[in-house]
T-cell receptor
Framework: RKEVEQDPGPFNVPEGATVAFNCTYS??????FFWYRQDCRKEPKLLMSVYSSGNEDGRFTAQLNRASQYISLLIRDSKLSDSATYLC???????????FGQGTELSVKP | GAVVSQHPSWVICKSGTSVKIECRSLDFQATTMFWYRQFPKQSLMLMATSNEGSKATYEQGVEKDKFLINHASLTLSTLTVTSAHPEDSSFYIC????????????FGSGTRLTVV
């Protein structure tokens, strides 16, 4: 089983749609959780950290359920510029390593 | 903000030759550097972790003699792909952090290696 697993995607949605990404992780000792965004042929960029209480940044909301080892990302009012691959990332605190999920591709259409 | 400069951004080399990729932290001390590889349509796979002044720790399945990592200073780490083969063609990305100061992870812009 992979340490971090995400929805396979791709997600093709119209502008203005709400889209949700799901992610599960296998190591219950994981400490830190993130969502990164990666554009084609570019490096990943931090979108937001994920906290147990849930957190929101504009149109983006992240949730963490430690009991279920589940992380989610909700994007409201999708924009064309949201088209990218979204990576669920976990820090197991084993030497500070980040473990990446396989990513979910999002394509927002006009 | 923290910046990591990675170069070259792309390189084409012949089979059997070696390629060196550099990552420099421009405005912070990179006490730890992570090297990742990403094949098309796949996620980033950690290859190795290097701490300044120490030998790198390689992930299972990564050949340390093929992927040489040097992290001799707090601002520079290099990855050398030795005797490259077409199957080494990939996107290589570094990520640096200064764990002592609690800095987050800063990624380089990646190097696209094509071995012909």
């Amino acid at each position: 089983r992979k340490e971090v697993e995400q929805d396979p995607g791709p997600f093709n949605v119209p502008e203005g749609a709400t889209v949700a990404f799901n992610c599960t992780y296998s190591n219950s000792a994981s400490q830190s959780f993130f969502w990164y965004r990666q554009d084609c042929r570019k490096e990943p960029k931090l979108l937001m950290s994920v906290y147990s209480s849930g957190n929101e940044d504009g149109r983006f909301t992240a949730q963490l359920n430690r009991a279920s080892q589940y992380i989610s990302l909700l994007i409201r009012d999708s924009k064309l510029s949201d088209s990218a691959t979204y990576l669920c990332v976990v820090n197991n605190n084993q030497g500070g390593k980040l473990i990446f999920g396989q990513g979910t591709e999002l394509s927002v259409k006009p | 903000g923290a910046v990591v400069s990675q170069h070259p951004s792309w390189v084409i080399c012949k089979s059997g030759t070696s390629v060196k990729i550099e990552c420099r932290s421009l405005d912070f001390q990179a006490t730890t550097m992570f090297w990742y590889r990403q094949f098309p349509k796949q996620s980033l796979m950690l290859m190795a972790t290097s701490n300044e002044g120490s030998k790198a720790t390689y992930e299972q399945g990564v050949e340390k003699d093929k992927f040489l990592i040097n992290h001799a200073s707090l601002t520079l780490s290099t990855l050398t792909v030795t005797s490259a083969h077409p199957e080494d063609s990939s996107f290589y990305i570094c990520s640096a952090t200064d764990r002592a100061s609690g800095y987050g992870y800063t990624f380089g812009s990646g190097t696209r290696l094509t071995v012909v």
